[in-house]
């Protein structure tokens, strides 16, 4: 289920168990897709973006990529790792290699990448991977927290960790933003 409140181009939704007594606790995001006509600032990749293997996990869990950028993985562990993801957003397989050793991906098309190790099952990561800058990461509320929407029209689209696709799409929504003085 979900809460939507829009005034002078923010956006606030809450994410809502629909079984009683249980909680979300995994990962979500939502972003805004512009529609033909909307501007918005570009999405650029800003510095370095790095999924660290340390103890058997991938840190951090999510990660969230303007598309075109190059994510490094370095292996801060003491023993071998192969890091691939075979899903809609970037299909790679990074091959066995070292303690101390990086290897990096360059995601260039939107999508969601689940990253696994094959060493390792227990190892998993989600680059969510967008061309838009009008995103944000639930936080310990399950709440999304979106402010400084350009006025135009979107798609609303949420990820929800473990959430089927079809459950996914039906939640996307169209919303119009218009400028208030």
């Known amino acids: 289920q979900l809460a939507s409140s829009a005034a002078s181009a923010e956006l606030r939704l809450r994410v809502v168990s629909s079984r009683p007594g249980k909680s979300r606790a995994v990962p979500a995001v939502m972003w805004l897709e512009p529609l033909p006509g909307t501007i918005v600032p570009p999405f650029a990749p800003q ?3 790095t999924l660290l293997q340390r103890n058997r996990t991938f840190t951090p869990h999510l990660q969230v ?3 075109g950028s190059v994510v490094q993985f370095p292996n801060d562990d003491p023993f071998f790792h192969n890091v691939f993801s075979l899903f809609d957003g970037k299909r790679f397989d990074l091959g066995l290699y070292e303690a101390g050793s990086s290897k990096s991906v360059t995601f260039s098309r939107e999508g969601v990448s689940y ?3 094959n060493i390792h099952p227990e190892m998993s990561a989600v680059i ?3 061309s838009t800058p009008l995103y944000a990461i639930a936080d310990a509320s399950d709440a999304f927290d979106l402010r400084n929407i350009p006025p135009g029209d979107y798609e609303l689209r949420i990820w929800i960790e473990g959430a089927p696709h079809a459950l996914l799409a ?5 919303l119009a933003f218009a400028h208030v003085e």
């Open 115 to 117: 990253i696994f190790c």
């Open 170 to 174: 039906g939640v996307a929504r169209a």
């Open 47 to 49: 510095g370095r973006y």
């Open 128 to 130: 969510l991977t967008l």
């Open 65 to 67: 990529v303007p598309v």
